[in-house]
């Protein structure tokens, strides 16, 4: 083999730390190297050809580049040396940027440290053999998990880009938190009548296929071919009957539950549709307060059904879906505001969170859209606002900004004055975090126009004091104290990752950061792909998200989606196991451990032997730390090659 | 080139891809400074880690071995680190029967976004190897019985490698 090292500059990022000369000149004492040099930026255009040139200039055979992660740029040199001639896998990477030249500034053990990476790529490339991809086909049907906004969203580009899809959605209906606003900022557009369209839209769609009031039970497979279990949970009503009428709920006797959608101010029915345009417009029973299931007698809702389609005895089902991609859109959860003992929520009626206040605000909400505090009914005249509860505080380990507070908190503030026209609004800030188009102006005109009185500092504590809330906090411009006296006080929750994600992400096999979040393949570059093929990422699930990023996110999975599925087969990545039929002995552990099924056993000559499908192979691997006789052997990552990695660091 | 002598010792890591690999790369895009001592070697999963790798290493002349892989229920591959959880669980309890010192093997789960994570891991295990200074040689051990028992951990046993 000839081969030849190329050790990038990266500008200053590693030549910095690195002598990537002297790395260069090293690399030429190794076996098989016959040509080496260091490159300014190995992946622009001029050093990709310089990459081809030496190629066919010294008749190369292989290629090392050391320069970044293989994370990052392995596809960009691999169709590099494939544009030269040869074969894409007859390439090998060193990581001596995120590995060697950021993590430390010993100029000299950085380089020795490279030359070591750059050794044991150079015997690992010298056992690499070429590989060609083979093709599968793939199911060109798409999963949308979540019905918010941004999953609404990619549905529906999806659907008019001709795929079908399948939503899943969690609650009884689809919309998510936005479904829940009164108003959206910065225009004071009215949430529903600009959602409600697009949830009408999906119900109406014939290539959407809505499981709501489900949940993803399992995931197996793989991009193209993923089996999806879903889990449709009881709903105690048949919903090809219901017609959503809403007799049921008229009727139903047991009428003091906490209204979940109304963020438990007010009460409601047991049997209930969350809001009148709620999509599917179906009843769902809760049976944790329905009479029927807690005493045993009642039946109201079974009597006046005019289809008759209440099922007391409905169970959940599974139904199983084949698609070919899935888009994660399950959005977030509100950080729960009685972590917070001092602002006195749970405690005190009259502090909500921001959403409730919301549904005070909203025509469909538990007052009819006329804000009345819980505790007493009484129209509050001074509303009281805390930012940051459950934002950038490290005590709570809540070190990261939900972004989008300081916005609807200002639009709360407007929307305030515009009820109640003599009332007063204080809201209590860090720092006015507002970049977005319209959104400073937004923010000047609640103080400007609307008189909302922005005190900057922290809340110390809220406490009651006769029928009023006292406030008390720091004013960190004017150097004092400051005591509000309030009618409401309003905390503006932070956003989480909402609940189950951890779970959902451990079944579609992708990375959730501390809090819970997704992760995303590169922060910058693929914010809505996942380093799982086929699993594809939108809204507020990735971290928290406004309206507008929500839907371009959700638009933006979609375009991934469908581009995925421009091709009618997909190629699968040869890097994967194949069996040395002489040596295998037909014991069938490898069977027994691979987690794809990927492998089967077939008749050889009267005997047993394993061999590997293609293209459901993943390239773990597993199989070849488990198998006696060393028969399988995954592609890339042989024992030979590994064992050559361990002899090139301990034997130099 | 050798490890620095005096300065560094012979650390080898072998790290998933998915998770702990990225989890690598996550610190350096971070600039968190790690001691230099470590050298990576990139395998698709946890569970990919024959428990012989590491034997061969530490036989070889390594000072210390670390592994890394995705948290236990977050393997890109469904399952792979469960594998090799089992089996990295028994050769930490098997080292000291070959009489190489356990405290020089450890293994442990760093996922692609906990970068300070992966700093701490790096810089704890450095540490604790440096505190047990340089592996003992196999010096009384005869070069020919030596070079069996790597051949023989290299083969897997019985086994013949590819």
Redesign the interface.
């Known amino acids: 083999m000839r081969i030849g090292v190329f050790v990038c500059h990266c500008g200053s990022n590693i030549e910095g730390t690195v002598d990537t000369a002297v790395v260069a000149r090293t690399s030429l004492d190794f076996p098989e190297v016959v040509y080496a040099t260091d490159t300014m930026y190995a992946c622009s255009e001029p050093g990709q050809d310089g990459i081809i040139q030496a190629i066919k200039e010294k008749h190369l055979t292989g290629v090392v580049v050391a320069s970044c992660t293989p994370r990052m740029h392995e596809p960009t040199f691999r169709r590099a040396v494939e544009r030269a001639g040869l074969n894409r896998f007859m390439f090998e990477m060193a990581n001596i940027r995120e590995h060697v030249s950021w993590i430390g500034k010993d100029r000299e053990a950085n380089t020795n440290k490279s030359v070591d990476l750059v050794r044991i790529a150079v015997e690992k490339l010298r056992r690499d053999a070429p590989l060609s991809p083979s093709k599968f086909s793939i199911n060109k049907r798409v999963m949308i998990i979540g019905g918010g906004v941004a999953g609404i969203q990619a549905a529906l580009d999806c659907a008019d880009g001709g795929l079908e899809v399948v939503l899943v959605e969690r609650e009884s209906t689809i919309g998510g938190k936005m479904a829940k606003l009164d108003k959206t900022f910065p225009t004071v557009d009215c949430s529903s009548c600009i959602l409600g369209p697009k949830m009408v839209d999906v119900a109406q769609h014939d290539k959407i296929t809505l499981h709501a009031y489900s949940e993803v039970d399992s995931i197996g497979g793989y991009v193209g071919n993923f089996q999806v279990k879903v889990k449709k949970r009881a709903t105690y009503v048949d919903w090809t009957l219901c017609t959503g009428c809403g007799a049921c709920m008229e009727k139903c006797p047991s009428k003091k539950n906490p209204d979940k959608f109304n963020e438990k101010i007010g009460p409601t029915t047991s049997i209930n549709i969350p809001f009148p345009q709620a999509i599917p417009k179906k009843a769902v029973i809760d049976p944790t307060t329905c009479r029927q299931f807690v005493k045993g007698k009642c039946g109201v809702c079974a009597k006046v059904c005019p289809t008759g389609a209440i099922r007391y005895d409905m169970a959940d089902e599974i139904v199983t879906e084949d698609v070919g991609a899935i888009v994660a859109a399950t959005g977030y959860d509100l950080f729960d505001i009685r972590k917070i003992p001092e602002y006195g929520a749970g405690r005190y009626p009259d502090v909500i969170t921001s959403l409730a206040y919301e549904r005070l605000l909203s025509a469909s909400g538990p007052t009819g859209g006329h804000v009345k505090r819980p505790s007493d009914g009484k129209e509050p005249k001074n509303v009281v606002f805390i930012q940051c509860v459950g934002s950038r505080d490290k005590s709570l380990d809540r070190p990261y900004c939900s972004g989008f507070c300081c916005m609807y908190t200002a639009k709360q503030a407007i929307l305030t004055k515009d009820h109640i026209p003599d009332s007063q609004s204080y809201v209590f800030y860090m720092d006015i975090r507002s970049p977005g188009k319209m959104y400073d102006e937004f923010t000047r005109r609640a103080m400007e126009e609307y008189g909302a009185r922005y005190i900057r500092g922290r809340v110390a504590m809220v406490y009651p004091k006769g029928d009023k809330m006292i406030v008390r906090g720091a004013d960190t411009l004017a150097g004092t104290q400051v005591e509000v006296e309030a009618d409401l006080v309003v905390l503006a929750a932070g956003a989480e990752a909402a609940v189950g994600a951890p779970q959902l992400a451990e079944k579609l096999r992708i990375s959730y950061d501390r809090y819970g979040f997704f992760m995303e393949s590169h922060p910058k570059l693929k914010p809505v792909e996942t380093n799982t093929a086929g699993v594809y990422l939108a809204g507020s699930c990735q971290g928290p998200k406004d309206i507008p990023q929500s839907v371009g996110q959700g638009s933006a999975a979609a375009a991934k989606v469908l581009a995925l599925f421009s091709k009618d087969q997909l190629e699968s990545d040869p890097q994967i196991s194949r069996v040395d039929i002489k040596r295998c002995v037909g014991c069938g552990k490898c069977i027994m451990t691979c987690p794809f099924q990927a492998i089967k056993e077939v008749e050889f000559r009267g005997q047993k032997k394993a061999e590997v499908i293609e293209t459901v192979c993943q390239g773990c691997g597993i199989c070849t730390s488990t198998c006696p006789q060393g028969a399988i052997q995954l592609s890339h990552f042989t024992d030979n090659q590994i064992l050559a990695e361990v002899n090139a660091l301990c034997q130099s | 080139?050798?490890?620095?002598t005096g300065?560094?010792l012979?650390i080898?890591g072998f790290l998933c891809?998915?998770?702990s690999?990225?989890g690598?790369?996550t610190?350096?895009?971070g600039?968190?400074?790690?001691?230099?001592d470590l050298?990576?070697?990139?395998?698709?999963?946890s569970?990919?880690?024959?428990p012989l790798?590491i034997l061969?290493?530490l036989i070889?002349?390594?000072d210390g071995v670390l592994v890394s892989g995705?948290h236990p229920?977050?393997?890109?591959?469904?399952?792979?680190n469960f594998?090799a959880r089992r089996?990295l669980e028994v050769l930490k309890r098997f080292l000291p029967i070959l009489g190489i010192d356990p405290a020089r093997f450890d293994y442990t789960w760093v996922?692609?976004?906990?970068g300070q994570r992966w700093?701490k891991v790096v810089t704890v295990f450095t540490e604790q190897i440096h505190a047990l200074g340089p592996a003992p040689r196999f010096d009384s051990v005869s070069p020919e019985l030596l070079a069996k028992v790597a051949g023989a951990l290299?083969?897997?046993?019985?086994?013949?490698?590819?």
């Open positions: 080139m050798p490890v620095l300065k560094e012979r080898v891809n998915w998770c690999y990225g690598a790369d610190a350096g895009v600039r968190f400074t790690q001691p230099t050298r990576i070697i990139r395998v698709p999963c569970g990919r880690i024959d790798f061969k290493t070889s002349g390594a995705c229920r977050d393997c890109h591959y469904a399952e792979g594998y089996r996922s692609a976004s906990e700093q290299s083969q897997g046993g019985n086994r013949v490698a590819a």
